[in-house]
């Protein structure tokens, strides 16, 4: 099964180079060895590696060095001695030779097991596959000789399929488990397509929470582009995405576009609405404002004279046009429902606090599983009605440039706020919800600039549970004004799971 779903996933473009474009890696591509006469190829096991095609090759008593069976085993991947099968791997022009050792595969994969020693074992000693890369390949084998898994980022795709075509569940956990790990809003879509081809449900739910929470970037990101029909039709679909339905329009014509250039047409507005097809009528245009609908959808030539005609109506008759109706869905999505931490019991006030004056109020969090940090809410003033100018920010403590994946400022706000005077508090928003991770240690920072006296939380918790994820505060080094675990601002963090 799983290799027919990889085969149709190629029918509007090679697999491998969605792989390798979306799924992103820190590590330099490495070249890749080519032609039948099997030169080497780069990729996380390596070719040719110290284990294998070694210096003891030809050599007698190279058991004795080895003392371990695991090690013995080890020494003989990729390696001629007492090969006695050979894999050409890779599609034409890019396929590599490589030997292996019949009892070592059927032990380690009930599909070579059937091959070489089943009811219709293969006899031949020279194999194509052609539908697998060889660094995954080689991954997949390194494994069974070794129980070592060595994964990157682009090659993981590969070698997950590699691993459900001969049903080896412990590496096809491994991956999925590093995709998991590596899951964000730049390549949620691909995953999302990728994982519902490999059958992997788990995988397919966390890429949801990632598209759903985090809409705008993952719809704007080059991999939403290159996704399936179905998978745009579920996305288009999707009642709880946190996005504008002016950027759904924008994506599916992006990806219209991007399918007229795999079916070899020119990315004209009749060419666009036919690569849409059905899913056109998922777009939820009367739910635009009528200034987004005029700006995107009037003036882009996809829709029809009459479907501009009859949405304007929509939008600005008195009365709504009954006799027509419309083929698009009139509702707005509900997006997801922010959810609030409150970590202070009470809030007070007092004459001679809380004072900013370009003080920095700040503290640190962590939670028990993958949430999306929203906002914050702070307090207002306590004399009355009154403006806030603010800058609030959320960073990972580590060092690095901002925005780095060391560490680093993930997200920044400067913005205006009002307060009536009372103690409520009062939302303050990032321009995107932010990805945390679990078990490690945030900082959520606020310096506000404006009446001297405002409400501060007091009895904070150390320990919070909100929606099922449990918060745990601490102090943090970057508060200048007297904001800590027990008392004073940022009483709850705004967040999606």
């Known amino acids: 099964m799983a290799a027919e779903l990889f085969s149709t996933s190629l029918s509007h473009g090679s697999e491998v180079e969605v792989k390798k474009a979306f799924i992103q890696s820190s590590e330099p591509e490495q070249n890749r060895g080519g032609g039948e006469g099997g030169e080497e190829c780069s990729g996380g096991a390596g070719v040719q590696s110290t284990l294998g095609g070694g210096e003891h090759d030809d050599k007698d008593g190279w058991q004795e060095t080895q003392p371990t069976l695991r090690e013995r085993n080890a020494l003989m991947f990729n390696n001629e001695q007492m090969a006695d099968v050979h894999f050409l791997v890779g599609p034409p022009g890019e396929t590599q030779m490589v030997p292996a050792h019949k009892y070592v595969l059927a032990v380690g994969s009930s599909v070579f097991g059937a091959m070489f020693y089943g009811d219709l074992a293969e006899g031949q000693s020279e194999i194509h596959i052609p539908d697998v890369e060889p660094a995954a390949f080689l991954i997949l084998l390194k494994y069974m000789y070794s129980d070592e898994i060595e994964l990157d980022a682009d090659t993981v795709l590969a070698t997950l399929y590699a691993a459900k075509k001969y049903m080896v569940p412990a590496l096809a956990r491994a991956c999925v488990s590093f995709l998991e790990s590596s899951l964000e809003a730049k390549n949620a879509c691909v995953l999302l397509w990728q994982s519902r081809l490999f059958e992997e449900p788990e995988l397919t739910r966390r890429c949801w929470e990632v598209v759903d929470a985090q809409a705008e970037l993952a719809l704007r990101s080059e991999g939403f582009a290159e996704v399936d029909r179905a998978t745009l039709e579920l996305v288009l679909r999707r009642e709880s995405l946190n996005a504008r339905e002016s950027l759904l329009f924008q994506a599916a014509l992006r990806w219209a576009a991007a399918e007229c250039r795999r079916r070899g047409l020119a990315p004209t507005p009749r060419h666009q609405r036919r690569a849409l097809g059905a899913a056109l009528y998922l777009l939820r245009l009367?739910?635009?404002?009528?200034?987004?609908?005029?700006?995107?959808?009037?003036?882009?030539?996809?829709?029809?004279?009459?479907?501009?005609?009859?949405?304007?109506?929509?939008?600005?008759?008195?009365?709504?046009?009954?006799?027509?109706?419309?083929?698009?869905?009139?509702?707005?999505?509900?997006?997801?429902?922010?959810r609030r931490c409150r970590r202070f019991q009470s809030a007070a006030y007092r004459s001679n606090q809380w004072r900013y004056r370009g003080r920095c109020d700040s503290i640190q969090f962590a939670v028990d599983r993958r949430v999306f940090v929203a906002g914050l809410r702070l307090y207002g003033s306590s004399g009355g009605p009154a403006e806030y100018g603010v800058r609030i920010e959320l960073k990972r403590p580590g060092g690095g440039a901002a925005g780095g994946g060391g560490g680093g400022v993930l997200a920044q706000t400067?913005?205006?706020?009002?307060?009536?005077?009372?103690?409520?508090?009062?939302?303050?928003?990032?321009?995107?919800?932010v990805q945390v991770e679990p078990d490690t240690f945030y900082t959520a920072s606020a310096v506000l600039d404006g009446a001297e006296l405002s409400y501060f939380g007091q009895e904070g918790m150390t320990e919070v549970q909100s929606a099922g994820v449990t918060f745990q505060f601490q102090c943090s080094s970057d508060s200048t004004n007297g904001t800590g675990v027990q008392g004073g601002q940022i009483p709850e963090l705004v967040f999606y799971c």
């Open 414 to 433: 400067l913005t205006k706020f009002l307060s009536d005077g009372s103690s409520a508090t009062f939302p303050v928003w990032f321009e995107h919800p």
């Open 286 to 338: 009367p739910a635009m404002t009528l200034q987004e609908f005029a700006d995107g959808p009037a003036q882009s030539e996809v829709l029809t004279l009459e479907e501009s005609h009859r949405l304007f109506l929509w939008f600005a008759a008195t009365g709504k046009p009954a006799p027509a109706p419309l083929d698009f869905p009139t509702q707005r999505r509900q997006g997801l429902a922010p």
